[in-house]
């Protein structure tokens, strides 16, 4: 099972791919599930709901924003990697959450090299460290 990621301002949009399902003429033929792994009401969630609202026009299907904050956006990455892959379910994704996470936790219920596949950014920005003398 292979999953696909789409980037956005250290975050990437992942989904769910399977090459013969995917590439059907009649896909997308009922809602796609788009999970964000954090809070309601941020950023990461006002981005998704955008590009959500644009995917649907443009597809022309229901884009289900699904919200599931928890530390490190674990939960957000479990539900994402464990659904089938069949182009229906799209996980919203900060760099930090496949760079850092599998550093800081020991034991992480997906690998992000193995389990997703960068599929777009949608944004990028800078970061900036600043301490005191």
Not at 105 to 128: A, E, H, W
Request: no cysteine; net charge neutral; glycine share 10%.
């Amino acid at each position: 099972m292979n999953h696909a990621i789409i980037a956005v301002a250290g975050l990437f949009l992942t989904f769910t791919v399977s090459g013969v399902e995917a590439a059907e003429a009649s896909y997308p033929n009922r809602p796609i599930r788009f999970i964000v792994p954090f809070a309601p009401g941020g950023p990461s969630d006002f981005l998704s709901r955008l590009v959500g609202q644009k995917l649907s026009e443009s597809l022309g299907e229901t884009i289900v924003i699904d919200n599931r904050g928890s530390v490190g956006g674990v939960v957000g990455f479990e539900i994402a990697v464990k659904s089938p892959a069949d182009g229906y379910t799209l996980l919203l994704a900060a760099n930090s959450l496949l760079t850092i996470n599998p550093h800081v936790y020991k034991k992480l219920p997906y690998d992000p090299q193995r389990d997703l596949q960068p599929l777009t950014q949608l944004t990028s920005g800078g970061n900036v460290v600043v301490v005191h003398p």
